[in-house]
C-alpha cells in the first residue's frame, strides 16, 4: 500500500475563485494565470475549473503548449515573452502573445518571418524594477514596434510591487496613465491583490486583470484579510493519516534536536507528511493543523517524511486518523495554506508551487 498522504485539487473551489475575481473587477476580462504549473496544481488537473477564463497566462513555452493540447484555442499569454528567437517560431505556430518587455524581444521581432503578425503587449517599468521598459523610454518602444509588419495589436502592461501592502499602487498607475493615455490598444495592470483591493476603483482603465494566487485560494494581503473576508475557498488540499502514537511523559522530547519537550504528559501522533513532501522544514512548534478536522497543532521539527501532532484534545484520534495539513478536512473544516505558510514564515505561493511529486494528487 502506498503511504497515505494525498492532495487534493478541488474543481468547483478553482471555479469559485475564477468566478469571484471576475465580479472584483467586472468589466476586464480574466487572464487565468497558470504559470508554474498553475501554481503547484498541475495545468491539465487545473485546466476544467479554470476553462471559464478568457485567456491564460504563463511564461514557459513547454506549458503553452500543453495549454494548447487541452484544447484551448482561445488567447495564450507569455508574461516574460520571448527569451531566444526560436520562441517567436513557437508564437506563430501556436498563435500565442507575447510581454516584449526589453530591446532585444524588438530585435528578435524585427528579424522573425512570419505570415501571421503577431500580438505583443509591451511592458513599462512602473516601479517594480524587474521587467519593462523604463517611462521615459516606453513611448519609443512603442513607435518601433508599431512600425514593424510582424506585429498586429500592441496592448500596454505593466505589474505593481505593492499592491497588497501599505504602498498601495496609485505612484504606479499614475506614471502607467502619465505615459499611456494617448496610446491606443488594450491595458492590463492588475494582480490578485490590485484586482480585489482596488479592482473597482475609478480611474483604473483595465481590459484584463492577471489574478493568479487569489484563483488558487490564498489571500494575496493576507494577514492583512484572510480567504474568508474575500470569500475565496481552497483549491488544493494536502492530507494524510497518523501512522503512529507516542505517549510522552513530562520532559520527554520530540524528534531530531529534541526541539520540543513535554511539559507535561502529552499524547502525540506521527503523521507521514515531511519536507520531501513539501511540508515547509520551516514550520515549527505551535504551526496549525486539523486532525479529524479538529484543529490542533504541529510539535517538534519537521522532517522528511514525518510530522508530529499534539493529540491532547483528540483523545479519539489514533492510528489512521485523518489529519489535514492545509485545505478542507473531510468534515468541512477549513484550514488555509496562508495559516500554515506564515507560521513556516513564507507565503502560500511556495507551498502550492513546491507540493512534491511523490504526492499523488486526485482531482474532485
Ligand atoms: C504571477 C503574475 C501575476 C499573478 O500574480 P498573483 O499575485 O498570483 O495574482 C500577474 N502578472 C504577472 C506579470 C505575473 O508574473
Known sequence: MPRPIQATIHTEALRHNLARMRAAAPDARVW??????????????????????????????????????LGWRGPVLLLEG??????????????????????????????????????????????????????????????RLQALPQVDEISLMTHFSDADGPKGIAHQVRVFEEITRDLPGER???????????????????DWIRP??????????????????????????????????????AGDTVGYGSSFSAEAPLRIGVVACGYADGYPRHCSTGTPVLVDGVRTRMVGRVSMD??????????????????????RAGNGALLSIDDVARAGGTVGYELMCGLALRVPVVVE
Not at 87 to 104: F, I, M, N, P, Q
Open 306 to 327: 514525518m510530522i508530529t501532532v499534539d493529540l491532547t484534545a483528540h483523545a479519539q484520534a489514533g492510528f489512521g486518523a485523518e489529519v489535514t495539513m492545509w485545505g
Open 188 to 206: 492590463t495592470l492588475s494582480n490578485s491583490a490590485a484586482s480585489l483591493r482596488f479592482g473597482g476603483q475609478a480611474g483604473i482603465r483595465a
Open 82 to 143: 520571448a527569451f531566444e528567437p526560436r520562441d517567436l517560431e513557437l508564437c506563430s505556430r501556436l498563435g500565442l502573445w507575447h510581454t516584449v518587455h526589453c530591446d532585444e524581444q524588438i530585435d528578435m521581432l524585427a528579424a522573425h518571418k512570419t505570415h501571421q503578425p503577431h500580438r505583443v503587449f509591451l511592458k513599462m517599468n512602473s516601479g517594480m524594477n524587474r521587467l519593462g521598459f523604463a517611462p521615459h523610454r516606453y513611448r519609443s518602444a512603442w513607435t
Open 32 to 69: 487565468g494565470v497558470v504559470k508554474a504549473n498553475a501554481y503547484g496544481h498541475g495545468i491539465e488537473r487545473a485546466f476544467d475549473g479554470l476553462r471559464g477564463a478568457d485567456g491564460f497566462a504563463l511564461l514557459d513555452l513547454d506549458e503553452a503548449g500543453r495549454i494548447r493540447s
Open 212 to 249: 493568479g494566487i487569489a484563483v488558487y485560494g490564498s489571500a494575496p494581503d493576507y494577514p492583512e484579510n484572510d480567504i474568508v473576508y474575500w470569500d475565496l475557498q481552497p483549491t488544493m488540499t494536502l492530507a494524510s493519516r497518523i501512522i503512529a502514537v507516542q505517549e510522552l511523559a
